[in-house]
């Protein structure tokens, strides 16, 4: 099993509630379940290491339990919450039919609980989340009535619940995007802007860090819907901070809320608008020249936290104009040492074909996600003249058989023993279309610009690069689905 790693709490989707009881917990299934007999003692709770050991050895009841026990004694503890969160999540993740069940069981438990505890109500919101995402036979509606129920737990006002009401609220308004019904949507992102503004007044710096974190909640769910709204709450935003950055000294929730609003702002113009990004960073870098004396010697750490983020952030645009500049520029000729489940090809050979060079790697979870894609492309597009080619490196991997995926070794392996490993990925995933491996030393993916990875190039009949694109994500596959079509005669 892949190696575990905990992401910060609430970093995607919800969080949960769950009221303990000192009943037997037990499930159907041999892969997940294991009973266990409610403890006569409640025991200490599991420690971190000992929920990411359970978690890589599936042995989710054992961690459930164990957790159960520990909010029974102590149902206000918030770093039990946190792991009951992870396990939960990690269940949710595990896509078999035992663990959907064992999901509805712990819902159904928690959402029954009464007068749950903070620990209680973060489980529940996990258990929300994980069964938002995997159950594929709810509706819209059941959906809607499940964040309704989370919502009646996360009712008042205990600031240590606010993320988990806020996260509900999210994924709230996705969902009614998704069906299209926006007027709702609007009115719960309003509503949240309309809250975060009652003591903006006063201009307090814990006010500002409330407002900014509203804008860039109604900018990340709703700028696409709503870009003219979400562009006059940005400047609102803007100004606001602007104004409190001016003072001689700065209170460190009005830096973070400062940086952070441009930061975030500049990475997504990073993609749309250059000029408008590279403008951003100006102001970022001019800030972090007084910085240092608004904040204190105290917070140095997060002043350089900043400044290599605004560093990063320029190499990315330096890196965007570079890709801009190819587009209708003759396509750099393929530098391939092997092929994979294809005869060797040059782009020359290629002419009257359209050409989608996919920049990626084994070790790389982005990329997999554009596979689905890929698959799709191949089979609509394939017999209409477009030719997808996989570009790689060796990165030191070979195939496990037993564990049915590839694993990094140390020692150097040899190129047939990779190219091996390649063939089985391919097959693993279903994957239709050939690949390529460069060679060590090769700069063929500096020829075209690949500083990240999932990198996508699209070329047309003659030879010209006509579309380059970074990352996973509907908006990238969606760019390059429309091209595919322009570009092969519709």
Known sequence: MSSVSFRPLFCQGFVAV????????????PAIAQEKESAAVVAEPPTRDEIITMIRERRFADGLQRLDDALVASPNDYSVGVLYYNLVMAIGNDKSDDSLA????????????????????????????????????????????????????????????EMPRRTAMNRRVMLLLSADRKEEALAKLEALV?????????????????????????????????????????AEAQNATSEAFAAEQVDPLVMNA???????????????????????????????ESAPTKVGEQNARAVDGYAR?????????????KINAMIGTEAPEIDAEHFVAGEPVSLADLRGKVVLIDFWA????????????????????????????????????????????????????????????LEKFRESHGL???????????????????????????????????????GSGEANAKDLEAKIEELLGG
């Not at 113009?269 to 972090?288: F, H, P, Q, S, V």
């Not at 554009?370 to 477009?386: M, S, V």
């Open 18 to 29: 769950v009221c303990m009881s000192a009943l037997v917990i037990s499930w159907g299934g």
């Open 309 to 321: 983020s605004v560093q990063q952030l320029r190499s990315r645009v330096a890196a965007t104009k």
């Open 432 to 470: 239709k279309h050939p690949f390529f491996v460069t060679p060590a030393q090769s700069d063929f993916q500096a020829a075209y610009g690949v500083t990240g990875i999932p990198h996508a190039v699209l070329i047309d009949k003659a030879g010209k690069i006509q579309m380059i694109r970074v």
């Open 102 to 161: 064992m999901l509805r069981s712990i819902l159904q438990r928690h959402q029954e609980a009464s007068n749950p505890g903070v620990g209680n109500v973060i489980a529940l919101a996990a258990a929300t989340e994980s069964i938002l995402l995997r159950d594929e036979s709810l509706s819209l509606e059941d959906k809607l009535a499940l964040l309704d129920r989370l919502d009646e737990k996360t009712v008042g006002g205990n600031s240590m619940l």
């Open 258 to 288: 400062f940086f952070m609003l441009r930061l975030s702002h500049a990475n997504m113009l990073a993609r749309t608008d250059i000029d408008r990004a590279e403008k951003l960073l100006n102001e970022l870098g001019e800030a972090l």
């Open 362 to 421: 084994v070790w790389c979870g982005p990329c997999i996600i554009t596979f689905p894609h890929l698959i799709e492309w191949h089979e609509k597009y394939a017999d209409k003249g477009l030719v997808i080619l996989g570009a790689t490196r060796f990165y030191g991997y070979r195939w496990d058989e037993e564990a049915g995926r590839a694993v990094r070794v140390e020692e150097e392996i040899p190129a047939e023993q990779e190219l091996a490993m």
């Open 194 to 234: 309309t809250e975060s503004k009652a003591d903006l007044a006063g201009k307090s710096p814990t006010a500002i860090a409330k407002f900014v974190t509203a804008v860039q909640t109604f900018q990340s769910l709703g700028g696409t819907a709503f870009p003219e709204r979400a562009a006059e709450l940005m």
